[in-house]
């Protein structure tokens, strides 16, 4: 009878904001697994729970500048994210949404999921969140920009 080998194992490197949910309820901001960086989905909260910005362009601002920090940290930019994934809690958003997913994503041009859903943790929460991105560099390498 054959049998499967197991490849080569992969090392999963975690990654953190800080953010007091993180460790509350034991999840990693980000995971870097070989050369993808995945992160959780993510509100516009700063690091004592409070949302950050009264419109969905602004949180959605706030989010990917957050994300941006993470994607850094484990080798990779906003410039190399391939997939985007948001959860609007109203419709009439999309456009705002839009206007920060042109102008910090536009130039990777992910593939992007919108579905407007009923509610989002964080009272105020207009836009979560998750993004997939391709690392080039060794995790912590925050010095050379990737472009």
């Not at 999921?113 to 912590?140: D, I, K, N, W």
């Amino acid at each position: 009878m054959g049998s499967c080998r197991e490849g080569p194992a992969m090392s999963i490197q975690h990654y953190s904001t800080g953010n007091p949910w993180e460790r509350a309820v034991g999840f990693s901001r980000a995971l870097r697994v070989g050369d993808l960086v995945y992160t959780a989905g993510t509100i516009a909260s700063d690091q004592e729970g409070n949302i950050q910005g009264q419109t969905c362009y602004e949180q959605a601002v706030y989010i990917l500048r957050k994300l941006e920090g993470v994607l850094e940290e484990a080798g990779s930019s906003l410039t190399r994210v391939i997939k985007c994934v948001a959860y609007l809690t109203r419709i009439e958003d999309e456009p705002d949404f839009t206007r920060a997913h042109c102008e910090l994503l536009g130039p990777a041009r992910p593939v992007t999921t919108c579905v407007v859903v009923q509610r989002l943790f964080g009272e105020g929460s207009l836009v979560e969140l998750e993004l997939t991105a391709l690392a080039t560099e060794s995790p912590g390498n925050r010095s050379a920009a990737l472009r």
